[in-house]
T-cell receptor, first 119, second 112 residues
Framework: DADVTQTPRNRITKTGKRIMLECSQTKGHDRMYWYRQDPGLGLRLIYY???????NKGEISDGYSVSRQAQAKFSLSLESAIPNQTALYFC??????????????????FGPGTRLTVL | GENVEQHPSTLSVQEGDSAVIKCTYS??????FPWYKQELGKRPQLIID?????GEKKDQRIAVTLNKTAKHFSLHITETQPEDSAVYFCAAKGGGSYIPTFGRGTSLIVHP
C-alpha cells in the first residue's frame, strides 16, 4: 500500500552502530506499529502507538526504542545493533476499530518493509 | 495474553487442488480473526477476515470458517492457482487486547 512508506528499504550495518528506521503514512490513521519478521517466527510486535503521546512495548521491545514525531511518523531505533537483530522490519497502521467512536475497520496496513543486516 | 498456533508451516499442492490452513487461539474472548497474504518480497495484505458473530465467510475462491467452541479457525482456498503461492498469516484480536496476535505463517506452494 503506497500510503505507508519506510526508509531505508535495505540497510547493512555493523555491530554496535545506532540505526534508525523511519515510517511515514498518509492514511490519516492514529495507530501505528513496528513488527519484526524472521523466517518461521511470523510477525512479532516490537512497539505500538495509538496516538502521538502514546507509546507501548510489544512482545520483543528489548534493544529497541521508538519515537512518534507526529501522527504520520513513527521511527524505530536500534541503539546498539547486534547480529541477532538482522531481520525484515515492517511498519503498519490501523484505523480505529469498529465499536469505537469513528471506528471503521480492524485492518492493518503494512509498509514495504526494511531489510536490516547487522554484521 | 493471546497465543495463536498455525499449521502447517509449509503446504505444497498441485494447481487446481484445495488448500486448508488451520489456526487455534487461546483467548476465548477474541472476536476478530483476519488472514494476511504475503507474496515473495512484498508486504502482508489482508485477504479476508471474520468476526465471532459468524461461522463462515466466503470471497470467491477463499473462505474462512470459525469454531468458537473449539477455538479454531481455518482458511480454505479452492481451485488453487500458482499466484496463490505465498506466505499466509492468521491472527486473532479482542478480549481486551487492541492489537492482533499473529500465527507463525504458512508457506503455500502451488505447483503448475
Amino acid at each position: 500500500d503506497a500510503d505507508v512508506t519506510q526508509t531505508p528499504r535495505n540497510r547493512i550495518t555493523k555491530t554496535g552502530k545506532r540505526i534508525m528506521l523511519e515510517c511515514s503514512q498518509t492514511k490519516g490513521h492514529d495507530r501505528m506499529y513496528w513488527y519484526r519478521q524472521d523466517p518461521g517466527l511470523g510477525l512479532r510486535l516490537i512497539y505500538y502507538s495509538f496516538d502521538v503521546k502514546d507509546i507501548n512495548k510489544g512482545e520483543i521491545s528489548d534493544g529497541y526504542s521508538v519515537s512518534r514525531q507526529a501522527q504520520a511518523k513513527f521511527s524505530l531505533s536500534l541503539e546498539s545493533a547486534i547480529p541477532n537483530q538482522t531481520a525484515l522490519y515492517f511498519c503498519a497502521t490501523s484505523d480505529l476499530p469498529p465499536g469505537l467512536a469513528g471506528g471503521r475497520t480492524d485492518t492493518q496496513y503494512f509498509g514495504p518493509g526494511t531489510r536490516l543486516t547487522v554484521l | 495474553g493471546e497465543n495463536v498456533e498455525q499449521h502447517p508451516s509449509t503446504l505444497s499442492v498441485q494447481e487446481g487442488d484445495s488448500a486448508v490452513i488451520k489456526c487455534t487461539y487461546s483467548d476465548s474472548a477474541s472476536n476478530y480473526f483476519p488472514w494476511y497474504k504475503q507474496e515473495l518480497g512484498k508486504r502482508p495484505q489482508l485477504i479476508i477476515d471474520i468476526r465471532s458473530n459468524v461461522g463462515e465467510k466466503k470471497d470467491q475462491r477463499i473462505a474462512v470458517t470459525l469454531n468458537k467452541t473449539a477455538k479454531h479457525f481455518s482458511l480454505h482456498i479452492t481451485e488453487t492457482q500458482p499466484e496463490d503461492s505465498a506466505v499466509y498469516f492468521c491472527a486473532a484480536k479482542g478480549g481486551g487486547s487492541y492489537i492482533p496476535t499473529f500465527g507463525r505463517g504458512t508457506s503455500l506452494i502451488v505447483h503448475p
